[in-house]
């Protein structure tokens, strides 16, 4: 998948739990969101855009929440 729609639809992801009144809860909000709707292929290909890129182009929430999930490899 095209890392530039990943980071997209991320940031999408990341303005809407971003919104919450708890950014602890909306970074949590972000990691389910996450772990639970990509597929880790998905999962994969952002977290190595984060190693690898600094997360470039993604909000600081998104980037923090993918800071929590799970490492390559186990479910991510």
């Known amino acids: 998948m095209d890392i530039q729609n990943l980071i997209k639809?991320?940031?999408q992801?990341?303005?809407f739990f971003g919104a919450w009144?708890?950014?602890a809860q909306g970074r949590a909000e972000v990691t389910n969101h996450l772990?639970?709707?990509w597929e880790p292929r998905m999962r994969r290909q952002i977290i190595e855009h984060v190693?690898?890129?600094g997360g470039a182009g993604l909000n600081?929430?998104?980037i923090e929440a993918i800071g929590h999930?799970?490492?390559m490899g186990?479910?991510?």
Do not use: S
């Open 9 to 11: 639809q991320a940031n």
């Open 13 to 15: 992801i990341g303005d």
């Open 21 to 23: 009144p708890d950014p």
């Open 35 to 37: 772990k639970r709707f």
């Open 51 to 53: 190693r690898a890129q």
């Open 60 to 62: 600081p929430l998104v």
């Open 69 to 71: 999930l799970e490492p």
């Open 74 to 76: 186990e479910g991510a």
